[in-house]
């Protein structure tokens, strides 16, 4: 008898510790609501809080799981009713300013960079690397031609970016936004270069009998010259052919020779038609040089983003908009009959719109993959177009005020901006005047005319 109630003992104790660990789990289920599903703001990370204009990750407004789809850091979950989410790792320690995102990239006291890139028809066969940028602005530079100025805040690994372009002073207001060291192939005219050199330093140094430029000028720095393409790969050449077929496809009215300037390069030959790059390696020759043209203009990386307002890193963006799954946009110049086509469509599968442009996919030369951004912006301002000695060119107001369009989630409101001036933070509230709060991720903004909003945004 003495012999089984020994061998039974090792059964008793299994049974009580499942019995143990049964009531445990039960204690635990009623303090999280008793199926599972969170309360108030438990499914917050520790230490941060939420809005009215924002929800807890994985919740609705009452506090339930919603069952949509979220975003916790730069990774996409599901929530399902009843699973609570738990954050994933490595997500990083700091928030990108430009996007509120966590990232591993410390970009305090660090300036992001403004790349104006071509977006003329010719280029999309080689245009790449738009998709690393945290912000896209997209203005008309002449009628029917949109231009790209594409700010990042991580250049340390970037791939490359094709084909970079002429600035404006437009693109000179822009950096002013969020305090970015611009990047460009020079300046449209004379007058972007006196402009350039009062706000942001540089022009002729008597001394080094050289000119100066306030931010890197891939037309004349170190890293972009013809030794320095070869040697950080920032020159893709072509033949004459290519530099022809390019000043083939300008609209009627302009002047060949204004764009075969960025396309043919007397120093390297003046027959090679070539596109340039940027690459982390010829950025760095220029930031990291004290003889670089920049940096002799005393032009510094040295600096804080200006950024946008975001909701609060691991919360949903809550819109109460408008539906708005697809969005078509036309960009236009007062007139002017010649327009650039654009269109966005919502992708509930990545939370992004998807960018077409001329009635096709707006896709990565390289990659393949579509262009797609969290938050949609339209901006309405004045955009006008004039007869110059290198044919119609484009101006786009960027400082002033105006009303918009914010889209995120496949839903729309109605917004206002302001900029009082061009190094000011551009502003934007909603119709009421209160602080808008973006979406965590990738922007998109396009500046259209104003003098008929109706014909320059539709959406469904």
């Known amino acids: 008898m003495k012999k089984n109630l020994k061998q039974l003992i090792p059964v008793f104790l299994a049974i009580a510790i499942v019995v143990t660990i049964s009531l445990s789990l039960l204690s635990c289920d009623k303090k999280t609501g008793g199926t599972g599903g969170t309360s108030g703001s438990e499914n917050v990370v520790p230490g941060i809080g939420t809005s009215d204009s924002q929800t807890p990750l994985g919740t609705s407004e ?69 998709a690393q940028a945290d912000i896209v602005y997209e203005t008309l530079v002449s009628p029917g031609i949109s231009r790209f100025t594409a700010i990042i805040s991580d250049y340390s690994a970037l791939s490359a970016i094709c084909n970079i372009r002429e600035a404006y002073t437009e693109n000179i207001d822009i950096i002013g936004s969020h305090n970015a060291v611009l990047v460009a192939h020079g300046g449209k005219d004379e007058s972007f270069t006196s402009v350039a050199a009062a706000r942001l330093g540089g022009g002729w140094n008597e001394s ?28 893709k050449y072509y033949s004459k052919a290519r530099a022809d077929a390019i000043s083939a496809t300008l609209a009627a009215g302009l002047a060949a020779g204004y764009y075969t300037d960025g396309v043919v390069r007397s120093d390297l030959g003046g027959e090679n038609g070539y596109d340039t790059l940027l690459t982390t390696e010829g950025l760095m020759a220029v930031l990291g040089s004290s003889s670089s043209c920049f940096s002799l203009a005393g032009g510094t990386k040295a600096g804080d983003a200006k950024a946008f307002r ?62 797609a951004f969290t938050n949609v912006i339209t901006l309405f301002t004045d955009v006008t177009s004039a007869q110059t000695k290198n044919g119609v060119s484009a101006a786009t107001a960027v400082t002033g005020s105006g009303t918009g369009y914010y889209f995120y989630g496949g839903e729309a409101v109605e917004i206002k901006w302001a900029k009082s001036a061009w190094n000011s933070e551009l502003v934007l509230t909603d119709k009421a005047g209160n602080a808008l709060e973006l979406a965590r991720g990738t922007t998109y903004i396009g500046y259209l005319d104003n003098s008929d909003i109706s014909a320059s945004v539709s959406f469904n």
Do not use: C, W
């Not at 300013?97 to 660090?110: E, F, H, K, V």
């Not at 809550?318 to 010649?338: D, F, H, P, Q, R």
């Not at 509930?348 to 996919?361: E, F, I, N």
């Open 310 to 371: 975001f909701v609060a890193p691991d919360t949903q963006k809550v819109m109460n908009g408008v539906s708005a799954k697809n969005i078509s946009l036309t960009l236009l110049a007062e007139g002017s009959v010649s327009k650039k086509s654009v269109a966005y469509a919502y992708d509930a599968s990545s939370g992004k719109y998807l960018r077409s442009q001329d009635g096709a996919a707006h896709k990565d030369s390289v990659t393949g993959k579509q262009l």
């Open 62 to 130: 009452s506090g339930s799981s919603s069952g949509t789809v979220s975003t916790l850091g730069t990774l996409s979950t599901t929530a399902t009713s009843g699973t609570p989410l738990t954050p994933p790792e490595n997500i990083g320690n700091y928030i990108n300013p430009l996007t509120g995102l966590r990232t591993q990239y410390d970009a305090s006291g660090l300036k992001p960079i403004a790349v104006v890139v071509d977006n003329i028809n010719a280029s999309y066969a080689h245009q790449t690397g738009l």
């Open 208 to 235: 080094l009998k050289k000119h100066t430029y306030g931010y890197i000028n891939t037309a004349a720095d170190v890293g972009f010259t013809a030794e320095g393409g070869a040697k950080y790969g920032t020159i």
